[in-house]
């Protein structure tokens, strides 16, 4: 069972443009959601993440936008540029000992930023 | 410092074979968790070792095993290859333990023939 949901599963967008990517999750467990970068030939790499009493967070041109109530929550890059091409992975994980370290993930979103 | 780092880089292994795959965390770390990554299923959570117990376990079958050393350092094992096993297969730590904070290694490509 697929606990988040995430669309598109491409875009391509004009250098300078907005890429915007969305998720839902159904676990209202969940109280951490990252958001994950990953080239080819790379591991993923931690992005940006939120805490679910934060409704919005920015750093440098990337902002999680979240919204507890529809269980949703998207990654906004603004000013797109060609080096942020990759596939792009949104996540989510419990809280407590119990629930470890166990990231779900989105089913990812190949970006592509032409110049 | 140095990041997590995964070797092999790449493995070839012939169906019915077993692999072992090594994952030594950034220093401190003791958090280890592994992933496999394949363009049909995305990244699925395999299991997750903290301080040398295995705290989390995935929805695989049984073939997949793994363990932690006292170092932090980990291994998985995959028995009884199957060509569905071929995946990148990832590795992350973390120094808290709660999920936050993960760094992954850049994996473990395994084709199974």
């Known amino acids: 069972q697929q606990q988040v949901k995430q669309s598109p599963q491409s875009l391509i967008v004009q250098k300078g443009g907005i890429s915007i990517i969305n998720c839902a999750y159904e676990?209202?467990?969940?109280?951490?959601f990252p958001w994950y970068q990953q080239f080819p030939g790379k591991g993923p790499a931690l992005l940006i993440a939120i805490r679910p009493d934060v409704s919005e967070k920015k750093e440098g041109r990337f902002t999680i936008s979240f919204n507890k109530s529809a269980k949703q929550f998207s990654l906004h890059i603004m000013d797109s540029q060609p080096g942020d091409s990759a596939t792009y992975f949104c996540a989510a994980s419990m809280a407590g000992m119990a629930a470890g370290n166990k990231l779900t993930f989105g089913g990812g979103t190949r970006v592509l930023v032409k110049p | 410092k140095a990041g997590v780092t995964q070797t092999p880089r790449y493995l070839i292994k012939t169906r019915g074979q077993q692999v072992t795959l090594s994952c030594s965390p950034i220093s401190g770390h003791r958090s280890v968790s592994w992933y496999q990554q394949t363009p049909g299923q995305g990244l699925q959570f395999l299991f997750e070792y903290f301080s040398e117990t295995q705290r989390n376990k995935g929805n695989f079958p049984g073939r997949f095993s793994g363990r932690q050393f006292s170092n932090s350092r980990s291994e998985m094992n995959v028995s009884t290859l199957e060509l569905g096993d071929s995946a990148l297969y990832l590795c992350?730590?973390?120094?808290?333990?709660?999920?936050?904070?993960?760094?992954f290694g850049s994996g473990t490509r395994l084709t199974v023939v």
């Open positions: 676990n209202t467990a969940f109280d951490y």
């Open positions: 992350a730590s973390s120094l808290e333990s709660q999920g936050y904070g993960y760094t």
